[in-house]
């Protein structure tokens, strides 16, 4: 049942994001290059957030790694990606966009709320929260791709 219901919550959103597509980037001859979660490449940064977070929520994290720059792909590979996320005593209930901040054209930051479940042991059992989220978005090569803070910040000076 709770599957069903994030997969009922997936869809929602994805038909909503697709109300707000432009003309001609679904189907027929003139069709968007196809991306991972169903979402075109050419797709605004915050319909790909969306779309990622809508894999995180469902666990679909073989195919959310496609969302990652090409950079974050070439330092972990999809099954320890895979086995990372796995590993996270998390659930994510459903992603909600706020808003996209663009600094010069090819990034931008997409502030998401995210709420989530988890475990806090014996004792205070499943705890329920809203978690806001800032994601670093690179637009390569005309797709955007998501790039983790860990691998964004910057490198430490030199003394």
Not at 73 to 80: G, P, V
Not at 133 to 145: H, P, Q, T, V
Request: charged fraction near 20%.
């Amino acid at each position: 049942m709770k599957n069903l219901m994030k997969s009922a919550l997936g869809l929602l959103i994805a038909a909503g994001l697709a109300g707000c597509a432009t003309p001609g980037t679904h189907g027929g001859r003139d069709a968007a290059r196809s991306g991972p979660g169903g979402i075109s490449l050419d797709a605004s940064p915050e319909e790909r957030a969306v779309a990622k977070w809508i894999l995180l929520i469902n666990r679909d994290f073989a195919e959310a790694w496609e969302f990652l720059t090409p950079g974050a792909r070439s330092t972990m590979s999809r099954e320890d990606y895979v086995t990372t996320m796995n590993g996270r005593p998390i659930n994510w209930l459903g992603v909600r966009f706020i808003e996209k901040r663009c600094e010069i054209e090819d990034s931008c930051l997409v502030s998401l709320e995210v709420p989530f479940q988890a475990g806090l042991g014996r004792g205070v059992g499943i705890v329920t929260a809203p978690s806001f989220i800032s994601e670093r978005w690179l637009r390569l090569d005309g797709a955007w791709y998501y790039a983790p803070a860990e691998l964004t910040q910057a490198a430490p000076r030199e003394q």
